[in-house]
């Protein structure tokens, strides 16, 4: 191991490895988050109506924004918000909805075969994306339009995809204004690259220790309902588009009831298994319960067992904190298993075929 080490302590061969800069991405995700939230802030709005549900509908890294929305809102709107991924919509969306069409690139299939239904629909619909085929309907359509920056991976483009909803409905009075928690989120982010970023040695660094651990194991990342538990979804995902290896998560207390069994057999493959459990000081107090006693089971099987709590005193800090450090996590445990983590050659292949059919 002390040979990876010295790999994730050299900052020429990690830039080496990263063709697309995804550290150079997540470095300047701070100042993405204000610059998106300044977007939502200036951008044009959607009618006012009696709307009585919010609906995200994007895949992928264009999703995320909208589990970090429905989460954030869950204990602040009076109407629920949920997140589509699919190329159909749920039966209830009508006049009534407000339909964020989140698509980074703006030709995801699914989004635009959303998007249109929606609209067939009567609902007040806002397209998120850098242009595209998305971006020419919104245009067509007259529907309002955040055109956000190209040149990243769109996993890379959370603030963008995630903040100007949120401007958004706190502009139409469906939510109350967060800006003082955007300017701390920033400020937590900040903080942390400070400890994250490639020049921090190993010893210093919480995300290269985390890639260190997981190294050769296979990742089961377990979050909470309602605070942490789309840190826990996006960690799973960045593994897997950026270290290209498989990830699981789930999320307490549900976890509780049926995935705890599963640590009796085989005994060889559950040694593979590295669990993370992520924390956050609103956890539901018999959460914190679950989660120390469940650890106490699982750890006398499992390969390791690591806990990371959230930082910050506002919602968003805090879950943006568990984002950021499994983010660079994702990109230096890439780096542990000479993989570039920019490129996505499967979804690209993927993509090609569904064209070509």
Known sequence: ?????????????????????????????????????????QCALPERRDYRNVVVTGLGGSAIGGDLLRVYAGDRMEIPVAVNRDYLLPLYVNRHTLLFAVSYSGNTEETL???????????????????????????????????????????SATGYLFLPM??????????????????????????????????????????????????????????????????AQRWKGQVNENAKAPAYWNVFPELNHNEVVGFEAPAELLRKLHIVILRDVQDH??????????????????????EVEAVGDGTLARMYSLVYLGDYASVYLAVLYGIDPGPVKVIDHLKAELARR
Request: one cysteine or more.
């Open 166 to 231: 949120l401007a958004v409905l706190s502009r139409l009075g469906l939510l109350e204004d967060p800006a003082g928690e955007v300017e701390e989120l920033a400020s937590v982010l900040r903080g942390q690259r400070e400890k994250l970023h490639p020049g921090v040695p190993a010893a210093d660094n919480p995300a290269k220790q985390l890639a260190l651990k997981l190294y050769n194991r296979i990742p089961v990342i377990w979050g909470a309902s309602a605070t942490s538990e789309v840190a």
């Open 285 to 306: 107090p018999r959460v914190k319960i679950r989660m120390d006693i469940t650890r106490d089971i699982v750890e006398k099987a499992a390969g390791g067992v690591s």
């Open 1 to 41: 191991m002390e040979e990876k080490e010295l790999i994730l302590n050299n900052p020429d061969a990690l830039q080496r490895a990263d063709s697309l800069d995804m550290f150079g991405a997540l470095y300047n995700l701070p100042e993405q988050c204000l610059k998106a939230w300044q977007m939502g802030m």
């Open 113 to 155: 075969s959303a998007y249109d239904e929606a609209r067939d629909r009567g609902a007040a619909v806002v397209a998120v994306t850098t242009g595209g085929k998305l971006g020419e309907r919104a245009a067509r359509d007259g529907v309002p339009q955040i055109t956000v920056p190209p040149g990243i991976m769109p996993r």
